[in-house]
């Protein structure tokens, strides 16, 4: 470790991981509540579940986000971070605020806790990925414009790199963009229109750009191929990434009351969204092959190299699946959007808070990597939990295939209602359950193999040089 302050990383890597298993668990329940209607009803609601689930999963990844930056910029930057109190009185707030918010949502009915949190004052709730009550989202402001400032005056008094500008431009988008969280019109096209500016503008957006300065920062690190190359290729992937999916948006204004012309914007550049991450994978690949050293940790580089295969299948193939107009017209709001979803979330976004915790935790312990015996685990556990995720989208996609075919494409009297269709999927439900087991037992392996790295520490290559 070179910098005192990249030491602010580990708390928001710790906690981000315990949210994670919070997600996952609740997806098991998801999953079950599929099969077994009443499953912990009325305890914990399918609705509460699935806001549980979904809220986890963003409020996890951004704790990820934060932890990579302390981690990043300092060594970018070449200095310390501006302000290490303040990101840890940021961590603690932002903790406390989403531990009381998933607990809001167990523990009261979600209109008693609007009531409670003052939503009539202005109102922000009862949207999808958006649940949050109006107190938490002014909270989750305030944590992030001290997180940018943080960043930013770090890198003001630091060194300019395209890396840190680039992840700087992207958390800087990823808080514009969230205002739009507090825009609720009474139209519901309207809101639906302004409601994509957060959740589209977010994951098919400024978040490639935090996921691209995030696998450039890694390869340069693991690889030692030349900073020039990399910031090249960074260019060129994040400019396709702006181009396509700010446009993109297209795709979701097809069916709510847009104009008609979305229908071939939408089209056009969500068939260009794909690229971005085909090009990442060739970036990978091309450093692997052009690497000056063999970096001991195996597995960072794993879920790197993972990463950029996984969500260009998830964010790119399965994306393109159902995304020009005329197919989306009958698989909008099927289990294919589940299943890319799904497969695009876990590829793009959760394995690269998982490479830069698998690269970094190590460092911060003082060893350049885990030793052998952790890292088998944990490249185990990579293969595990990709393997049982694409199960999961094949059987969601298998899933939304039954929906279209059963429900909506025929045209006569045969077209079975909602619930009769999800009847006849019942046993893909089922299987999916078990994939989404499996995939918790790669949860497991990942977090055991930090206990493994504790045990076996003497046996790992120790830090004597700063990477």
Known sequence: MKYASQNIAKPYFVFALLLFVGQI?????LGTQYVVGDFLFPEIPFNVARMVHTNLLIVWLLFGFMGATYYLIPEECQCELYSPRLARILFWLFAAAGTLTIIGYLAVPYARLADLTGNELLPTMGREFLEQPTITKLGI???????????GMTVLRGRKTVVNMVLLTGLVGL????????????SLTLDKYFWWWVVHLWVEGVWELILGAILAFIMIRTTGVDREVVEKWLYLIIAMALISGILGTGHHFFFIGAPEYWLWIGSIFSAVEPLPFFMMMVFAFSMLKRRRREHPNKAAMTWAVGTTIMAFLGAGVWGFLHTLAPVNYYTHGTQLTAAHGHLAFFGAYVMIVLSIISYSMPILAGRQANSTAAQKLEIGSCWVM??????????????GAMQVSLQRLPESGDALSF???QDKIAMVY???????AAFGVGVMMYLASFVVASLTHRQAPQLTVAI
Not at 175 to 186: D, I, K, Q, T
Not at 387 to 399: C, D, H, K, Q, S
Not at 430 to 436: E, I, Q
């Open 141 to 151: 402001v305030v944590v992030v414009l001290g997180f940018i400032f943080n960043v």
């Open 430 to 436: 089922w299987a999916r359950l078990v994939a989404g």
């Open 386 to 399: 990709c393997i049982a995720m694409l199960t999961i989208t094949v059987l969601l996609t298998v899933a």
């Open 175 to 186: 808080a514009v963009f969230f205002l739009f969280a507090f825009y609720n019109p009474s």
């Open 419 to 421: 619930m009769a269709t």
């Open 25 to 29: 668990v609740f997806g098991l329940v």
